[in-house]
């Protein structure tokens, strides 16, 4: 069992920035695929991006050279550092881990207004 607990959302204005970080339970952790999905108002949830258990990552095209996963084994974390931050990415970011099954977090909700 692996409970995952995302934290850092908030608002932001446009051009901003924002660093989430996702905090796992379990020894196995750095075993795990984890990835950052996103679910805008009214809109299903979408993946953002992935990060895998030897660190290759990979981007949706509407946030890559924006966004950037991270993972700290140490401290069984996965972050998602955003920039250039525009109203559209407003949504609940999830963390999820998968590697024989997915456990999701309970999400944190990211808003970019003026």
């Known amino acids: 069992q692996v409970q995952l607990v995302e934290s850092g959302g908030g608002l932001v204005q446009p051009g901003g920035s924002l660093r989430l970080s996702c905090a796992a339970s379990?020894?196995?952790?750095?075993?795990?695929?984890m990835g950052w999905y996103r679910q805008g108002p009214g809109k299903q949830r979408e993946l953002v991006g992935r990060i895998n258990s030897g660190g290759t990552t990979m981007y949706v095209d509407s946030v890559k050279g924006r966004f950037t996963i991270s993972r700290d084994n140490a401290k069984n974390t996965v972050y998602l550092q955003m920039n250039s931050l525009k109203p559209e990415d407003t949504a609940v970011y999830y963390c999820?881990?998968?590697?024989?099954?997915?456990?999701w977090g309970q999400g944190t909700q990211v808003t970019v207004s003026s």
């Open positions: 379990g020894k196995i952790f750095s075993s795990y695929d």
């Open positions: 999820n881990a998968a590697r024989f099954t997915q456990y």
